[in-house]
């Protein structure tokens, strides 16, 4: 897991794909031991036109929820989130499992939990209104595959184009070729251990930008929870603002979603968070709206 | 050249001079030295026509600058001239372009050396703009002293070569041919004027160039006006081998021009306004010449250079056209001429009956209230209200400025106003000063053709101070009046296309392409 990538690369390749979307071309996995000096290096050798680019795509996106004309420059705990983020796509590349090394794609996803390990969670609103900012467009990802079949096989290209020669003579060879739009959730396949794996890293993501936690309710990736970060936005100064992030969402889904998990908390479910799911229903159904 | 640009440019200077472009010489690769450092005292010098001035730095009797490329030239002028005049040097300065003998063409400057002072100066401005300095005499030429060499350089062996300049430099020796001369007077007639809103705004004496049919409404004008200015035809040759006569302007010279004009004499089509840099010298208004061409004296001062921007040749005359005061093509007008004779001294013994009009307080309601006298020492206070007026009373105010101060007009009422002395209008054109009458109790149309009955003058009756008329032409709008020219600055925009169209990232395990 080494690297030598320089930071205008990374912009380039992952962070500015992954704010400003297009296509995302992963590196090699970067791990724990090379992530922290990788994000010192790309926050202080960033050069502000690229950060410019980017920096309005975040605002754009904060201002779905609060009007902010300025945020702050993406922190190294961000960096290190988009390296973890980086790392958990790269573990969905089928060519890393093969024979020799089974358990590769576990080992990469356990040094992304590690490398989101040294992140802590947002100190104040501001600090998690700008990570959901950089991380608002990472549940909208996806993965375009292409399954090729011709008259003697079949093959799936994961992310990848297949050759041209594979591709020749369609009428002759009987090629068909299929496209597959994968999701956050699809793009992982293999064992059910690997999935679990793979959820519980976007899990921990997830609890260090509470704001992108309860702006996608209703991902298919992992399933919403109550996490101590959330509960603690709404009990918080940020409470409008998780609010408004909880009423952003137009799938009806999204308060039944967050009582199921409510229940499952069970004795130790917070008031606030009763009071906010009161307040949600209120407001998706006005009707029943207290007088 | 303005102070500030001045003060900008020698910051300009210091910075360099505190971050050179280039490391110092002892953080550099280390070459093998060419040249000879000259030691103190040290008198005898290898290098022909080299010699040591009183402090013992090595030094021939011209100096040379060596520069890339013209544009190297034109900056190394600018910086130079920002600073200093040219005049010193300009008796024995050449300017040639030479070739080596690589096919290369470079840009010499040479010039008196004169003592190291001048040197001095000169090498620091040519370290600017990456040139480099030598000193020596008629085709040696060797490095000019610099922090490594504080009295110099001399050649360990002189070169044995038939170009007309042979320059030694610590990093390089070489032979060049010279291949033509560079007119200062052509340069500076060819550059372009650069954009600079700013330029000219500040008062000082301009030049009106004006078409032939422009140029007698703008004499009314200036005489409505009372601005001072002379005018005189100019004339050149034609521009194209087309034109049979040869073109004809108006030109006027106003050592004052009033701000509140220059907008006007800006956007009018037909009258290009210049600000007159130096004697014979003029620079159109919104643009700078790249090069400060006060202290260039390049140009006769009993002739007349007017550079014109968006790109047009400047035009040269070689003598000043004879000028003359505007007021002398005021209109004239004769007596009518009824023959009437005069009057007799008996006539003149009847005790006369006329009296004055007089103007006295009055506790009438006020009524008509359309214009205010607004005096010059209230003009303060007026220009902070001009930023609370409303949309309706900026679009249909008008004023006037004249030396007892200002008239502003407004047909719906001057109430958004409250400054000045208010006045009523009594008729059409003439205003009488609100909470007064006019005794004896005549008519307006009797106060009217008491008054002469002036058909071009709007009159205003004030208390303690005689009748004032004012030109209908000095009614200017408001905004048009008040507004000053605003100064702006291109800047470069980032695309923000790619935020706002944000399309969906994709996760792709190829190579990216190329």
Same mark, same amino acid.
């Given at each position: 897991m080494g690297t030598n990538i320089t930071p205008h690369a990374w912009l380039e390749r992952i962070a500015k794909p992954l704010i400003l979307g297009g296509p995302l071309y992963p590196f090699d996995p970067i791990g724990p031991s090379h992530a922290p000096s990788l994000a010192q290096q790309i926050a202080s050798v960033a050069s502000p036109t690229d950060i410019s680019s980017m920096t309005v795509a975040r605002v754009r996106h904060a201002r779905h929820l609060y009007p902010v004309d300025t945020l702050p420059d993406i922190s190294v705990e961000e960096w290190l989130m988009t390296i973890a983020i980086h790392d958990v796509l790269r573990a969905t590349d089928p060519h890393l499992q093969s024979v020799f090394s089974p358990g590769r794609a576990v080992n990469i996803l356990d040094g992304a939990l590690a490398i989101l390990a040294q992140v802590p969670a947002p100190k104040h609103t501001l600090e998690a209104l700008a990570r959901h900012a950089t991380f608002a467009s990472v549940f909208a990802m996806q993965r375009q595959d292409i399954a090729v079949s011709w008259w003697c096989g079949s093959r799936l290209y994961a992310g990848r184009k297949p050759p041209d020669r594979l591709l020749a003579w369609p009428e002759v060879r009987r090629v068909r070729s299929e496209i597959l739009q994968q999701n956050l959730q699809s793009m992982m396949t293999g064992s059910e251990t690997l999935k679990a794996h793979h959820a519980d890293a976007w899990q921990a993501l997830l609890v260090r930008t509470p704001l992108t936690d309860l702006m996608n309710v209703t991902r298919p990736l992992p399933p919403f929870r109550w996490t101590p970060t959330t509960v603690a936005m709404l009990s918080g100064p940020g409470r409008d603002i998780a609010m408004r992030a909880l009423r952003w969402q137009s799938d009806p889904q999204t308060y039944s979603t967050c009582y199921a998990s409510f229940v499952r908390l069970g004795d130790s479910a917070p008031a606030i968070v009763k009071t906010a799911l009161e307040e949600l229903f209120a407001w998706n159904n006005p009707a029943n709206q207290r007088t | 050249?303005?102070?500030?640009?001045?003060?900008?440019? /020698?910051?300009?200077?210091?910075?360099?001079?505190?971050?050179? /472009?280039?490391?110092?010489?002892?953080?550099?690769?280390?070459?093998?030295?060419?040249? $000879?450092?000259?030691?103190?005292?040290?008198? &005898?010098?290898?290098?022909?026509?080299?010699?040591?001035?009183?402090?013992?730095?090595?030094?021939?009797?011209?100096?040379?600058?060596?520069?890339?490329?013209?544009?190297?030239?034109?900056?190394? #002028?600018? #910086?130079?001239?920002?600073?200093?005049?040219?005049?010193?040097?300009?008796?024995?300065? /050449?300017?040639?372009?030479?070739? =080596?003998? *690589?096919?290369?063409?470079?840009?010499?400057?040479?010039?008196?050396?004169?003592?190291?002072?001048? *040197?001095?100066?000169?090498?620091? *401005?040519?370290?600017? +703009?990456?040139?480099?300095?030598?000193?020596?005499?008629?085709?040696?030429?060797?490095?000019?002293?610099?922090?490594?060499?504080?009295?110099?350089?001399?050649?360990?062996?002189?070169?044995?070569?038939?170009?007309?300049?042979?320059?030694?430099?610590?990093?390089? =020796?070489?032979?060049?041919?010279?291949?033509?001369?560079?007119?200062?007077?052509?340069?500076?007639?060819?550059?372009?004027?650069?954009?600079?809103?700013?330029?000219?705004?500040?008062?000082?004496?301009?030049?009106?160039? +004006?078409?032939?049919?422009?140029?007698?409404?703008?004499?009314?004008?200036?005489?409505?006006? &009372?601005?001072?200015?002379?005018?005189?035809?100019?004339?050149?040759?034609?521009?194209? +081998?087309?034109?049979?006569?040869?073109?004809?302007?108006?030109?006027?010279?106003?050592?004052?021009?009033?701000?509140?004009?220059?907008?006007?004499?800006?956007?009018?089509?037909?009258?290009?306004?210049?600000?007159?840099?130096?004697?014979?010298?003029?620079?159109?208004?919104?643009? /700078?010449?790249?090069?400060?061409?006060?202290?260039?004296?390049?140009?006769?001062?009993?002739?007349?250079?007017?550079?014109?921007?968006?790109?047009?040749?400047?035009?040269?005359?070689?003598?000043?056209?004879?000028?003359? =005061?505007?007021?002398?093509?005021?209109?004239?007008?004769?007596?009518?001429?009824?023959?009437?004779?005069?009057?007799?001294?008996?006539?003149?013994?009847?005790?006369?009956?006329?009296?004055?009009?007089?103007?006295?307080?009055?506790?009438?309601?006020?009524?008509?209230?359309?214009?205010?006298?607004?005096?010059?020492? $209230?003009?303060?206070?007026?220009?902070?209200?001009?930023?609370?007026?409303?949309?309706?009373?900026?679009?249909?105010?008008?004023?006037?400025f004249t030396p007892h101060g200002a008239f502003l007009l407004n047909p719906k009422g001057i109430d958004t106003t409250p400054i000045g002395y208010f006045l009523r209008e009594l008729r059409p054109r003439v205003f009488l000063a609100a909470g007064y009458d006019i005794v004896p109790a005549i008519d307006s149309d009797v106060l009217f053709q008491a008054l002469g009955a002036p058909s071009n003058h709007h009159v205003f009756l004030l208390p303690q101070v005689p009748a004032i008329g004012v030109p209908n032409q000095a009614f200017v709008p408001l905004p048009k009046a008040m507004i000053e020219g605003q100064s702006w600055a291109p800047v470069n925009t980032l695309p923000i296309e790619p935020a706002l169209t944000m399309p969906i990232p994709q996760v792709v395990f190829d190579n990216p392409p190329r």
């Open positions: - | 050249m303005p102070a500030a640009d001045e003060l900008a440019a /020698r910051q300009r200077v210091r910075r360099l001079r505190q971050f050179p /472009r280039y490391p110092p010489a002892k953080s550099c690769i280390t070459l093998p030295a060419m040249l $000879d450092r000259v030691a103190m005292h040290q008198s &005898r010098l290898r290098l022909p026509g080299l010699g040591t001035d009183g402090k013992g730095v090595a030094l021939g009797s011209r100096g040379l600058v060596l520069l890339a490329s013209l544009e190297r030239l034109v900056a190394f #002028l600018s #910086l130079y001239t920002s600073c200093q005049s040219l005049a010193d040097v300009l008796a024995t300065l /050449r300017i040639e372009v030479v070739k =080596s003998k *690589m096919g290369t063409r470079e840009v010499v400057l040479s010039f008196a050396a004169e003592g190291s002072e001048r *040197m001095d100066r000169i090498a620091e *401005m040519a370290r600017v +703009a990456l040139g480099y300095t030598f000193t020596g005499s008629s085709r040696h030429f060797v490095q000019y002293r610099d922090i490594q060499a504080p009295f110099g350089y001399d050649v360990p062996e002189v070169m044995a070569a038939d170009g007309d300049y042979v320059l030694y430099h610590n990093s390089f =020796s070489q032979v060049y041919h010279r291949e033509r001369d560079l007119d200062l007077r052509g340069l500076l007639l060819r550059l372009h004027l650069v954009q600079d809103p700013a330029f000219g705004r500040d008062p000082g004496p301009c030049l009106l160039v +004006a078409e032939e049919g422009m140029g007698p409404a703008i004499v009314q004008y200036l005489i409505r006006s &009372r601005v001072e200015a002379r005018v005189g035809i100019a004339q050149w040759p034609p521009l194209s +081998a087309l034109d049979d006569a040869p073109v004809q302007r108006y030109l006027f010279e106003v050592p004052a021009l009033p701000p509140r004009m220059l907008p006007l004499f800006q956007q009018t089509p037909g009258v290009t306004a210049l600000r007159v840099v130096s004697p014979g010298i003029a620079i159109q208004l919104g643009y /700078r010449h790249p090069i400060t061409l006060q202290s260039c004296p390049v140009f006769p001062p009993q002739g007349l250079v007017l550079f014109f921007g968006d790109q047009h040749e400047p035009l040269v005359l070689d003598t000043m056209p004879t000028l003359g =005061s505007v007021s002398a093509f005021a209109r004239v007008e004769f007596h009518g001429g009824t023959g009437m004779q005069a009057l007799s001294g008996q006539q003149l013994n009847v005790p006369t009956t006329k009296v004055p009009i007089r103007l006295l307080p009055s506790i009438e309601p006020w009524s008509q209230v359309q214009a205010t006298f607004i005096p010059t020492a $209230d003009y303060p206070t007026f220009r902070h209200m001009l930023y609370r007026l409303d949309t309706l009373t900026l679009k249909t105010a008008s004023i006037a």
